[in-house]
């Protein structure tokens, strides 16, 4: 089967349980997951549901591409979500 990503292709779109994403065809782990699993941190999700409220305010930093930050969003308040990584 012939290789469909090349150098015009920046980015792929992934349905999975975390949400919509556009991501870096390159990007091996979250990305890896993603596009393999259908999905990530789902453990970590779980766990950091358990802990919320409907009015619980929350700060992800390291946030990549927001696979935790979009899901978690639906259990709380308010999430900022920040990455450092353009």
């Not at 992934?14 to 393999?36: H, W």
């Not at 970590?44 to 409220?53: C, F, G, P, T």
């Not at 979009?70 to 308010?78: A, G, M, N, R, W």
Request: charged residues 20%; glycine residues 8%; proline residues 3%.
């Amino acid at each position: 089967m012939e290789n469909i990503i090349n150098s015009n292709i920046h980015s792929i779109v992934v349905k999975s349980s975390n949400g919509l994403f556009a991501i870096d065809p390159e990007d091996k782990v979250v990305g890896g997951q993603l596009r393999n699993a259908g999905q990530y941190g789902i453990h970590e999700i779980e766990l950091i549901k358990q802990r919320l409220a409907s009015n619980s305010k929350v700060l992800n930093v390291g946030a990549h591409i927001g696979t935790l930050a979009i899901p978690l969003s639906k259990y709380c308040k308010e999430i900022v979500a920040i990455e450092a990584n353009p």
